[in-house]
Nanobody, 115 residues
Framework: QVQLVESGGGLVQAGGSLKLTCAAS????????MAWYRQAPGKQRELVAR???????NYADSVKGRFTISRDNAMYTVYLQMNSLKPEDTAVYYC?????????WGQGTQVTVSS
C-alpha cells in the first residue's frame, strides 16, 4: 500500500505564488510517474502537470509558463511551484502517483486565488 500526503495549499491573491508538496510513503519500489490534477467546483478533474521517471514533463496549456513540476526521487516527493496565480486556478489539487503498476491518489489540498 502507498500513502500520499499533500501540503502547501491555501488562500492567495491573484498574482501570488504557492508551492504544493506531495510525499509518497509505503510499499514503493520505483515510481513511474507523478502528477498533479485539479478539480474546480462543478468541473471534471483535469491534469495540471506530469513528470515521469526520466524527468520529462508536460503541462496543461492553461498553466504553461506559470507552473513548474519537479520531483525528488530519493524522497519520493513531487512538487508543484505555482506562480502568477489566477482566480481560475482555484480548485482542489490532487497528487497522483503510479508505482508498481498501480495508481494512487492523494486526499487533495485546496488552493483558492482571490481577485
Amino acid at each position: 500500500q502507498v500513502q500520499l500526503v499533500e501540503s502547501g495549499g491555501g488562500l492567495v491573491q491573484a498574482g501570488g505564488s504557492l508551492k504544493l508538496t506531495c510525499a509518497a510513503s509505503g510499499s514503493i519500489f520505483s515510481i513511474e510517474s507523478m502528477a498533479w490534477y485539479r478539480q474546480a467546483p462543478g468541473k471534471q478533474r483535469e491534469l495540471v502537470a506530469r513528470i515521469n521517471s526520466g524527468g520529462s514533463t508536460n503541462y496543461a496549456d492553461s498553466v504553461k509558463g506559470r507552473f513548474t513540476i519537479s520531483r525528488d526521487n530519493a524522497m519520493y516527493t513531487v512538487y508543484l511551484q505555482m506562480n502568477s496565480l489566477k482566480p481560475e486556478d482555484t480548485a482542489v489539487y490532487y497528487c497522483r502517483v503510479i508505482t508498481g503498476g498501480y495508481l494512487y491518489w492523494g486526499q487533495g489540498t485546496q488552493v483558492t486565488v482571490s481577485s
